[in-house]
Protein backbone atom coordinates (compact mmCIF):
# COMPACT_ATOMS: atom_id res chain seq x y z
CA UNK A 1 0.00 0.00 0.00
CA UNK A 2 0.96 3.73 -0.32
CA UNK A 3 1.15 6.44 2.36
CA UNK A 4 -0.83 9.44 2.15
CA UNK A 5 1.10 12.56 0.79
CA UNK A 6 2.45 15.15 2.52
CA UNK A 7 5.15 17.87 2.88
CA UNK A 8 5.39 17.59 6.35
CA UNK A 9 8.29 15.63 8.06
CA UNK A 10 6.94 16.28 10.99
CA UNK A 11 2.79 14.73 11.14
CA UNK A 12 0.36 15.14 13.36
CA UNK A 13 -0.90 12.32 15.34
CA UNK A 14 -3.06 9.93 13.13
CA UNK A 15 -6.74 10.42 13.74
CA UNK A 16 -8.59 7.27 13.79
CA UNK A 17 -12.58 6.24 14.01
CA UNK A 18 -12.54 3.08 15.93
CA UNK A 19 -16.10 1.55 17.01
CA UNK A 20 -17.23 -2.02 16.59
CA UNK A 21 -20.52 -3.22 18.51
CA UNK A 22 -18.69 -5.91 20.28
CA UNK A 23 -16.44 -4.61 23.91
CA UNK A 24 -14.36 -7.93 23.01
CA UNK A 25 -13.62 -6.61 19.84
CA UNK A 26 -13.07 -2.52 20.32
CA UNK A 27 -10.69 -3.20 23.58
CA UNK A 28 -8.52 -5.17 21.45
CA UNK A 29 -8.04 -3.00 18.73
CA UNK A 30 -8.09 -0.23 20.69
CA UNK A 31 -5.00 -1.69 22.78
CA UNK A 32 -3.25 -2.79 19.31
CA UNK A 33 -3.51 0.71 17.99
CA UNK A 34 -1.84 2.37 21.43
CA UNK A 35 0.59 -0.29 21.34
CA UNK A 36 1.88 0.20 18.17
CA UNK A 37 1.66 3.47 16.48
CA UNK A 38 3.72 6.18 18.58
CA UNK A 39 0.60 8.76 18.30
CA UNK A 40 -3.13 8.06 17.68
CA UNK A 41 -5.95 10.46 18.26
CA UNK A 42 -9.07 7.82 18.68
CA UNK A 43 -12.33 8.53 18.64
CA UNK A 44 -15.77 6.18 18.65
CA UNK A 45 -18.19 9.28 17.81
CA UNK A 46 -19.39 8.73 14.26
CA UNK A 47 -17.40 10.52 11.41
CA UNK A 48 -18.07 13.81 9.76
CA UNK A 49 -19.41 13.03 6.17
CA UNK A 50 -16.85 15.58 4.72
CA UNK A 51 -14.17 15.18 7.04
CA UNK A 52 -13.60 12.31 8.60
CA UNK A 53 -10.70 10.99 10.73
CA UNK A 54 -7.94 9.65 8.17
CA UNK A 55 -8.12 5.75 9.43
CA UNK A 56 -11.59 4.68 9.79
CA UNK A 57 -11.42 1.09 11.72
CA UNK A 58 -15.12 0.14 12.45
CA UNK A 59 -17.97 -2.07 11.42
CA UNK A 60 -19.07 -1.67 8.43
CA UNK A 61 -22.44 0.13 8.95
CA UNK A 62 -20.50 3.09 11.03
CA UNK A 63 -18.37 4.35 8.42
CA UNK A 64 -18.31 6.78 6.45
CA UNK A 65 -17.23 6.20 2.25
CA UNK A 66 -17.99 9.22 0.74
CA UNK A 67 -14.34 10.86 1.25
CA UNK A 68 -12.18 7.92 1.56
CA UNK A 69 -13.96 6.73 -1.57
CA UNK A 70 -13.09 10.09 -3.34
CA UNK A 71 -9.86 11.28 -1.83
CA UNK A 72 -7.08 7.88 -1.58
CA UNK A 73 -5.08 9.43 1.13
CA UNK A 74 -7.86 8.13 3.48
CA UNK A 75 -7.58 4.40 5.07
CA UNK A 76 -10.63 2.41 5.73
CA UNK A 77 -11.20 -0.80 7.31
CA UNK A 78 -13.51 -2.84 4.76
CA UNK A 79 -13.99 -2.43 0.88
CA UNK A 80 -17.15 -0.92 0.20
CA UNK A 81 -17.95 -3.50 -2.45
CA UNK A 82 -16.94 -7.48 -1.46
CA UNK A 83 -20.34 -9.36 -2.13
CA UNK A 84 -18.67 -11.84 -4.48
CA UNK A 85 -16.82 -12.97 -1.40
CA UNK A 86 -19.08 -12.30 1.95
CA UNK A 87 -22.47 -13.72 -0.12
CA UNK A 88 -22.91 -17.77 -0.20
CA UNK A 89 -25.00 -17.82 -3.86
CA UNK A 90 -22.23 -14.92 -5.15
CA UNK A 91 -18.97 -16.60 -3.92
CA UNK A 92 -20.99 -20.03 -5.33
CA UNK A 93 -21.39 -18.27 -8.79
CA UNK A 94 -17.75 -16.56 -9.06
CA UNK A 95 -15.91 -19.60 -7.99
CA UNK A 96 -17.64 -21.81 -10.70
CA UNK A 97 -17.37 -19.10 -13.38
CA UNK A 98 -13.21 -18.61 -12.33
CA UNK A 99 -12.94 -22.53 -12.71
CA UNK A 100 -14.79 -23.03 -15.56
CA UNK A 101 -11.90 -20.59 -17.01
CA UNK A 102 -9.21 -22.11 -15.43
CA UNK A 103 -10.23 -25.52 -16.94
CA UNK A 104 -10.30 -23.63 -20.42
CA UNK A 105 -6.83 -22.77 -19.70
CA UNK A 106 -5.65 -26.32 -18.45
CA UNK A 107 -4.54 -24.72 -15.10
CA UNK A 108 -5.07 -26.84 -12.10
CA UNK A 109 -7.21 -25.31 -9.19
CA UNK A 110 -7.20 -26.11 -5.38
CA UNK A 111 -10.81 -24.80 -5.33
CA UNK A 112 -14.30 -26.73 -5.54
CA UNK A 113 -17.23 -25.44 -5.71
CA UNK A 114 -19.45 -28.16 -7.26
CA UNK A 115 -23.23 -27.98 -7.24
CA UNK A 116 -26.21 -25.68 -8.02
CA UNK A 117 -27.21 -21.77 -7.66
CA UNK A 118 -31.11 -21.84 -8.19
CA UNK A 119 -33.51 -18.87 -7.63
CA UNK A 120 -37.19 -19.62 -6.92
CA UNK A 121 -40.06 -18.09 -5.60
CA UNK A 122 -42.48 -21.63 -5.22
CA UNK A 123 -42.59 -25.06 -4.42
CA UNK A 124 -44.07 -26.41 -7.47
CA UNK A 125 -40.99 -24.84 -9.63
CA UNK A 126 -38.95 -27.55 -8.92
CA UNK A 127 -40.93 -30.14 -11.34
CA UNK A 128 -39.10 -27.56 -14.37
CA UNK A 129 -36.11 -27.85 -12.42
CA UNK A 130 -35.49 -31.31 -12.12
CA UNK A 131 -35.66 -31.38 -16.00
CA UNK A 132 -33.21 -28.61 -16.41
CA UNK A 133 -30.70 -26.91 -14.10
CA UNK A 134 -30.83 -29.75 -11.80
CA UNK A 135 -30.70 -32.94 -13.82
CA UNK A 136 -27.69 -33.88 -12.62
CA UNK A 137 -28.67 -33.42 -9.14
CA UNK A 138 -32.63 -35.13 -10.34
CA UNK A 139 -30.29 -37.79 -11.51
CA UNK A 140 -27.92 -38.59 -8.43
CA UNK A 141 -30.73 -38.24 -6.12
CA UNK A 142 -32.48 -41.30 -8.29
CA UNK A 143 -29.41 -43.30 -7.84
CA UNK A 144 -29.99 -43.09 -4.53
CA UNK A 145 -33.36 -44.88 -4.39
CA UNK A 146 -32.15 -47.83 -5.24
CA UNK A 147 -29.74 -50.73 -3.24
CA UNK A 148 -26.43 -50.92 -3.08
CA UNK A 149 -23.21 -48.30 -3.01
CA UNK A 150 -23.60 -45.82 0.01
CA UNK A 151 -26.07 -42.80 -0.57
CA UNK A 152 -24.62 -39.38 -1.63
CA UNK A 153 -26.07 -36.86 0.45
CA UNK A 154 -26.29 -33.42 -0.39
CA UNK A 155 -26.91 -29.88 1.62
CA UNK A 156 -29.38 -26.83 1.07
CA UNK A 157 -28.24 -23.53 2.44
CA UNK A 158 -30.04 -20.02 1.67
CA UNK A 159 -27.91 -17.73 0.14
CA UNK A 160 -28.66 -14.71 2.29
CA UNK A 161 -29.20 -16.31 5.68
CA UNK A 162 -26.46 -16.71 8.72
CA UNK A 163 -26.26 -18.41 11.64
CA UNK A 164 -26.73 -22.05 9.94
CA UNK A 165 -30.75 -20.85 9.26
CA UNK A 166 -32.57 -22.86 6.75
CA UNK A 167 -30.19 -24.94 5.95
CA UNK A 168 -30.90 -29.00 5.43
CA UNK A 169 -29.68 -31.85 4.59
CA UNK A 170 -30.83 -34.47 1.50
CA UNK A 171 -30.61 -37.71 -0.39
CA UNK A 172 -33.71 -38.14 -2.30
CA UNK A 173 -36.43 -36.14 -4.32
CA UNK A 174 -38.81 -37.04 -1.36
CA UNK A 175 -36.62 -35.53 0.80
CA UNK A 176 -36.03 -32.30 -1.00
CA UNK A 177 -39.69 -32.24 -1.66
CA UNK A 178 -40.32 -32.36 1.68
CA UNK A 179 -37.77 -29.42 2.34
CA UNK A 180 -39.56 -27.00 -0.09
CA UNK A 181 -42.88 -27.45 1.76
CA UNK A 182 -41.64 -27.23 5.34
CA UNK A 183 -40.32 -23.74 3.57
CA UNK A 184 -43.95 -22.33 1.99
CA UNK A 185 -45.86 -20.10 4.13
CA UNK A 186 -48.80 -20.92 5.97
CA UNK A 187 -50.54 -17.94 4.85
CA UNK A 188 -51.12 -15.21 2.35
CA UNK A 189 -50.02 -13.03 5.69
CA UNK A 190 -46.53 -14.55 5.97
CA UNK A 191 -46.18 -14.11 2.23
CA UNK A 192 -46.63 -10.59 2.33
CA UNK A 193 -44.34 -10.07 5.39
CA UNK A 194 -41.55 -12.04 3.56
CA UNK A 195 -42.25 -9.87 0.83
CA UNK A 196 -41.72 -7.35 2.79
CA UNK A 197 -38.55 -8.22 4.45
CA UNK A 198 -36.87 -8.05 0.70
CA UNK A 199 -36.88 -4.00 0.59
CA UNK A 200 -34.65 -3.62 3.38
CA UNK A 201 -30.50 -3.66 3.74
CA UNK A 202 -28.48 -6.46 4.19
CA UNK A 203 -27.72 -6.53 7.89
CA UNK A 204 -32.09 -6.64 7.70
CA UNK A 205 -32.31 -9.49 5.69
CA UNK A 206 -29.55 -11.31 7.91
CA UNK A 207 -32.23 -11.30 11.06
CA UNK A 208 -35.16 -11.44 9.20
CA UNK A 209 -37.33 -14.21 11.17
CA UNK A 210 -39.00 -15.25 7.62
CA UNK A 211 -35.48 -16.52 7.11
CA UNK A 212 -36.12 -19.88 5.48
CA UNK A 213 -39.27 -18.85 4.16
CA UNK A 214 -39.17 -19.34 -0.06
CA UNK A 215 -41.09 -16.18 -0.93
CA UNK A 216 -38.79 -14.62 1.73
CA UNK A 217 -35.41 -12.97 0.73
CA UNK A 218 -33.53 -15.75 2.50
CA UNK A 219 -34.37 -18.45 0.67
CA UNK A 220 -35.19 -17.31 -2.50
CA UNK A 221 -32.22 -17.92 -3.91
CA UNK A 222 -30.35 -21.31 -2.64
CA UNK A 223 -27.41 -23.32 -3.07
CA UNK A 224 -27.50 -26.86 -3.33
CA UNK A 225 -23.62 -28.88 -3.35
CA UNK A 226 -22.84 -32.33 -2.25
CA UNK A 227 -22.30 -33.08 1.24
CA UNK A 228 -18.84 -33.43 2.25
CA UNK A 229 -18.24 -37.31 2.98
CA UNK A 230 -15.15 -38.79 4.99
CA UNK A 231 -14.62 -35.11 7.30
CA UNK A 232 -11.66 -35.30 9.41
CA UNK A 233 -13.30 -36.01 13.02
CA UNK A 234 -11.37 -35.34 17.03
CA UNK A 235 -12.77 -36.89 20.46
CA UNK A 236 -11.88 -33.77 22.21
CA UNK A 237 -12.25 -36.06 25.28
CA UNK A 238 -9.27 -38.35 23.98
CA UNK A 239 -8.34 -41.25 26.70
CA UNK A 240 -6.21 -44.04 26.06
CA UNK A 241 -8.17 -47.47 26.37
CA UNK A 242 -11.39 -45.72 25.67
CA UNK A 243 -13.79 -46.44 22.75
CA UNK A 244 -12.99 -43.14 20.20
CA UNK A 245 -16.09 -40.44 20.17
CA UNK A 246 -15.64 -38.57 16.90
CA UNK A 247 -16.52 -34.60 16.88
CA UNK A 248 -17.04 -32.45 13.51
CA UNK A 249 -15.48 -29.11 13.37
CA UNK A 250 -14.36 -26.40 10.97
CA UNK A 251 -12.02 -24.44 10.52
CA UNK A 252 -12.19 -20.14 10.98
CA UNK A 253 -9.10 -18.76 9.36
CA UNK A 254 -8.66 -15.25 9.93
CA UNK A 255 -7.61 -13.31 6.38
CA UNK A 256 -6.29 -10.01 6.09
CA UNK A 257 -6.93 -8.51 2.21
CA UNK A 258 -4.92 -5.54 1.69
CA UNK A 259 -4.80 -2.75 -0.84
CA UNK A 260 -5.00 -4.23 -4.29
CA UNK A 261 -4.16 -6.36 -3.13
CA UNK A 262 -2.08 -8.96 -0.61
CA UNK A 263 -3.50 -11.89 1.26
CA UNK A 264 -2.27 -12.65 4.41
CA UNK A 265 -3.31 -15.96 6.64
CA UNK A 266 -3.18 -15.34 10.48
CA UNK A 267 -1.73 -18.34 12.55
CA UNK A 268 -4.44 -17.50 14.91
CA UNK A 269 -6.60 -20.27 13.23
CA UNK A 270 -9.27 -21.89 15.05
CA UNK A 271 -10.97 -25.49 15.25
CA UNK A 272 -14.93 -24.69 16.02
CA UNK A 273 -16.04 -28.80 16.85
CA UNK A 274 -19.93 -29.31 16.87
CA UNK A 275 -21.08 -30.23 20.84
CA UNK A 276 -22.36 -33.10 19.15
CA UNK A 277 -20.90 -36.54 18.54
CA UNK A 278 -20.56 -36.99 14.49
CA UNK A 279 -22.83 -39.74 12.67
CA UNK A 280 -23.55 -40.06 9.28
CA UNK A 281 -26.48 -38.87 7.42
CA UNK A 282 -29.53 -41.24 7.64
CA UNK A 283 -33.05 -40.85 6.21
CA UNK A 284 -35.74 -40.94 8.86
CA UNK A 285 -38.07 -44.01 9.15
CA UNK A 286 -41.24 -42.09 10.56
CA UNK A 287 -40.81 -38.72 8.96
CA UNK A 288 -39.59 -37.03 11.76
CA UNK A 289 -36.78 -33.70 10.76
CA UNK A 290 -33.11 -34.84 10.92
CA UNK A 291 -31.14 -33.74 13.84
CA UNK A 292 -28.37 -31.21 12.33
CA UNK A 293 -26.54 -30.84 15.65
CA UNK A 294 -23.95 -33.16 14.84
CA UNK A 295 -23.17 -31.69 11.25
CA UNK A 296 -23.26 -28.10 11.90
CA UNK A 297 -20.38 -26.63 13.89
CA UNK A 298 -21.66 -23.18 13.52
CA UNK A 299 -20.76 -21.56 17.06
CA UNK A 300 -24.00 -20.43 17.68
CA UNK A 301 -26.00 -23.19 17.43
CA UNK A 302 -24.02 -24.78 20.39
CA UNK A 303 -26.32 -25.90 23.30
CA UNK A 304 -23.03 -25.66 25.58
CA UNK A 305 -21.17 -22.43 24.79
CA UNK A 306 -18.17 -24.14 26.80
CA UNK A 307 -14.96 -22.56 25.77
CA UNK A 308 -13.68 -26.69 25.27
CA UNK A 309 -15.39 -26.72 21.74
CA UNK A 310 -12.95 -23.62 20.59
CA UNK A 311 -9.76 -25.02 19.92
CA UNK A 312 -6.41 -23.33 18.56
CA UNK A 313 -5.50 -24.92 15.43
CA UNK A 314 -1.71 -25.99 16.87
CA UNK A 315 -3.35 -27.35 19.74
CA UNK A 316 -4.54 -30.52 17.81
CA UNK A 317 -1.19 -31.66 17.87
CA UNK A 318 -1.02 -35.06 19.45
CA UNK A 319 -4.70 -36.11 19.17
CA UNK A 320 -5.71 -38.93 16.70
CA UNK A 321 -7.81 -38.06 13.52
CA UNK A 322 -11.10 -40.23 12.88
CA UNK A 323 -13.19 -40.83 10.56
CA UNK A 324 -16.91 -42.00 11.01
CA UNK A 325 -18.59 -45.06 9.17
CA UNK A 326 -21.95 -46.93 9.86
CA UNK A 327 -20.17 -48.66 11.90
CA UNK A 328 -18.66 -46.39 14.09
CA UNK A 329 -15.05 -44.62 14.17
CA UNK A 330 -11.79 -45.40 13.20
CA UNK A 331 -8.50 -43.87 13.71
CA UNK A 332 -6.65 -42.60 11.00
CA UNK A 333 -3.43 -41.24 12.41
CA UNK A 334 -1.90 -38.92 14.73
CA UNK A 335 -1.73 -35.08 14.20
CA UNK A 336 1.92 -34.13 13.84
CA UNK A 337 3.54 -30.63 13.88
CA UNK A 338 4.45 -31.37 10.00
CA UNK A 339 0.42 -32.28 9.18
CA UNK A 340 -0.40 -28.81 11.01
CA UNK A 341 2.06 -27.13 8.65
CA UNK A 342 0.98 -28.81 5.84
CA UNK A 343 -2.71 -28.30 6.15
CA UNK A 344 -1.99 -24.17 7.01
CA UNK A 345 0.24 -24.27 3.84
CA UNK A 346 -2.97 -25.96 1.87
CA UNK A 347 -5.64 -23.77 3.51
CA UNK A 348 -3.70 -20.68 2.67
CA UNK A 349 -3.34 -21.68 -1.06
CA UNK A 350 -6.97 -21.94 -1.18
CA UNK A 351 -7.80 -18.16 0.79
CA UNK A 352 -5.20 -16.89 -1.70
CA UNK A 353 -7.00 -18.80 -4.82
CA UNK A 354 -10.88 -17.73 -3.59
CA UNK A 355 -9.69 -14.40 -3.29
CA UNK A 356 -7.89 -14.01 -6.71
CA UNK A 357 -11.99 -15.86 -8.22
CA UNK A 358 -13.02 -12.74 -7.08
CA UNK A 359 -10.97 -10.50 -8.61
CA UNK A 360 -11.02 -12.03 -11.57
CA UNK A 361 -14.31 -13.14 -12.22
CA UNK A 362 -16.60 -10.86 -9.14
CA UNK A 363 -17.49 -8.33 -11.39
CA UNK A 364 -18.91 -5.07 -9.50
CA UNK A 365 -19.25 -7.90 -6.33
CA UNK A 366 -15.31 -7.08 -5.11
CA UNK A 367 -13.60 -4.12 -6.26
CA UNK A 368 -10.43 -4.06 -4.24
CA UNK A 369 -9.43 -0.62 -3.47
CA UNK A 370 -5.84 0.90 -2.56
CA UNK A 371 -7.02 2.78 0.36
CA UNK A 372 -8.74 -0.48 2.15
CA UNK A 373 -8.07 -3.37 3.95
CA UNK A 374 -10.12 -6.06 5.78
CA UNK A 375 -9.91 -8.95 7.93
CA UNK A 376 -12.35 -11.54 6.79
CA UNK A 377 -13.29 -15.29 9.27
CA UNK A 378 -13.34 -17.99 6.60
CA UNK A 379 -14.17 -21.20 7.21
CA UNK A 380 -13.14 -24.42 5.35
CA UNK A 381 -13.80 -27.96 5.92
CA UNK A 382 -11.01 -30.72 6.17
CA UNK A 383 -11.93 -34.14 4.61
CA UNK A 384 -9.96 -37.23 4.52
CA UNK A 385 -8.92 -37.89 1.17
CA UNK A 386 -10.51 -40.93 -0.96
CA UNK A 387 -7.02 -43.08 -0.75
CA UNK A 388 -6.43 -45.11 2.53
CA UNK A 389 -2.95 -43.86 3.64
CA UNK A 390 0.05 -46.80 4.02
CA UNK A 391 0.86 -47.54 7.43
CA UNK A 392 3.84 -46.81 9.67
CA UNK A 393 4.58 -43.42 11.64
CA UNK A 394 7.49 -42.78 13.22
CA UNK A 395 5.12 -40.71 15.18
CA UNK A 396 3.10 -43.77 16.95
CA UNK A 397 4.07 -47.22 15.19
CA UNK A 398 0.51 -48.20 15.59
CA UNK A 399 -1.38 -45.59 13.70
CA UNK A 400 -1.07 -45.20 10.18
CA UNK A 401 0.30 -42.38 8.87
CA UNK A 402 -1.76 -39.49 8.75
CA UNK A 403 -2.85 -38.27 5.07
CA UNK A 404 -2.61 -33.98 4.71
CA UNK A 405 -6.48 -33.41 4.40
CA UNK A 406 -8.57 -32.47 1.39
CA UNK A 407 -9.20 -28.18 2.28
CA UNK A 408 -12.45 -27.02 1.11
CA UNK A 409 -13.68 -23.66 1.09
CA UNK A 410 -17.24 -23.20 2.70
CA UNK A 411 -17.62 -18.88 2.95
CA UNK A 412 -16.41 -15.84 4.02
CA UNK A 413 -18.00 -13.51 6.66
CA UNK A 414 -17.32 -10.05 7.09
CA UNK A 415 -17.39 -8.66 10.23
CA UNK A 416 -16.14 -11.85 11.92
CA UNK A 417 -17.31 -12.72 15.40
CA UNK A 418 -14.14 -12.62 17.46
CA UNK A 419 -15.54 -13.00 21.04
CA UNK A 420 -16.05 -16.59 20.12
CA UNK A 421 -12.05 -17.14 20.79
CA UNK A 422 -13.19 -16.56 24.16
CA UNK A 423 -10.92 -15.14 26.86
CA UNK A 424 -7.97 -17.80 26.55
CA UNK A 425 -7.36 -16.82 22.69
CA UNK A 426 -7.50 -12.80 23.73
CA UNK A 427 -3.39 -12.20 24.33
CA UNK A 428 -3.31 -14.02 20.41
CA UNK A 429 -5.61 -11.90 18.94
CA UNK A 430 -4.03 -8.79 20.25
CA UNK A 431 -0.87 -9.59 18.38
CA UNK A 432 -3.03 -10.73 15.57
CA UNK A 433 -4.41 -7.39 15.42
CA UNK A 434 -0.77 -5.45 15.74
CA UNK A 435 -0.15 -7.38 12.82
CA UNK A 436 -2.77 -5.95 11.13
CA UNK A 437 -1.57 -2.46 11.98
CA UNK A 438 2.02 -2.94 11.09
CA UNK A 439 0.94 -4.24 7.57
CA UNK A 440 -2.00 -1.81 6.88
CA UNK A 441 -2.00 0.59 8.87
CA UNK A 442 1.57 1.59 9.77
CA UNK A 443 2.99 1.29 5.85
CA UNK A 444 -0.06 3.27 4.49
CA UNK A 445 0.40 6.52 6.71
CA UNK A 446 4.13 6.58 6.47
CA UNK A 447 4.30 5.67 10.48
CA UNK A 448 7.21 3.73 11.97
CA UNK A 449 5.38 1.35 14.44
CA UNK A 450 6.99 -0.25 17.10
CA UNK A 451 8.09 -3.51 15.84
CA UNK A 452 7.79 -5.75 18.70
CA UNK A 453 10.52 -8.65 19.95
CA UNK A 454 10.18 -9.86 16.39
CA UNK A 455 13.30 -9.50 14.07
CA UNK A 456 12.01 -9.01 10.54
CA UNK A 457 14.08 -8.15 7.28
CA UNK A 458 13.53 -5.07 5.92
CA UNK A 459 11.68 -4.85 2.55
CA UNK A 460 8.29 -5.94 0.72
CA UNK A 461 7.12 -9.35 2.40
CA UNK A 462 7.71 -12.80 -0.29
CA UNK A 463 5.23 -15.54 -0.65
CA UNK A 464 5.23 -17.54 2.19
CA UNK A 465 7.09 -14.93 4.66
CA UNK A 466 5.62 -14.67 8.07
CA UNK A 467 5.73 -11.29 10.22
CA UNK A 468 3.82 -10.53 13.14
CA UNK A 469 1.34 -13.73 13.03
CA UNK A 470 0.78 -13.21 9.46
CA UNK A 471 1.77 -15.69 6.50
CA UNK A 472 1.66 -13.72 2.91
CA UNK A 473 -0.31 -16.23 0.81
CA UNK A 474 -1.09 -14.06 -2.10
CA UNK A 475 -0.71 -11.28 -4.05
CA UNK A 476 -1.84 -9.17 -7.38
CA UNK A 477 -3.29 -6.51 -8.84
CA UNK A 478 -6.65 -5.72 -9.90
CA UNK A 479 -6.70 -3.69 -13.58
CA UNK A 480 -8.65 -0.88 -14.39
CA UNK A 481 -9.50 2.03 -11.95
CA UNK A 482 -11.60 0.45 -8.71
CA UNK A 483 -13.34 3.98 -8.82
Not at 132 to 160: S, T, V
Not at 229 to 258: I, M, N
Not at 287 to 292: I, N, V
Request: charged share 25%; hydrophobic share 40%; aromatic share 10%.
Amino acid sequence: MSRGDSDDERQPPLTAFVNFPSPYTQTLLLRALAATLPAVNITVLPPDEKNPPRLQWADYDLMSFDKPHADPSYLISSYIYRKALIRKHQLHATVQEYLAKADHRGEKSVLAQPGWTIDIQFADELDELLLDDLYELAQAMQLNEGDGDEKRWFILKPGFADRAQGIRLFSTEDELRDIFEEFEPESEDEFEDAEDGEDGDDSALASSTKAVTLNGAHAHTLILQEYLPRPVLFDLLEHPGSPPRGQKFHLRAYVLVTGSYTVHLSRTMLALFSGALYAPPTSSADGEPMDLRPHLTNTCLQVSHSEDLVRLFWDLEGLTALSSSESGYSPKGAVTREWLDATFAKVGEVVAEAVKAGVECGSFGLQLMPNAFEIFGVDLILSHPPSTPSPGSAFNASLPALAVPDVTLLEFNASPDFHQSGEVLRPRLLEMFKGVVRLSIAPFFGIEAEQGKEKVKEGPMELGEERWDWRLVGQGEVRGNWA
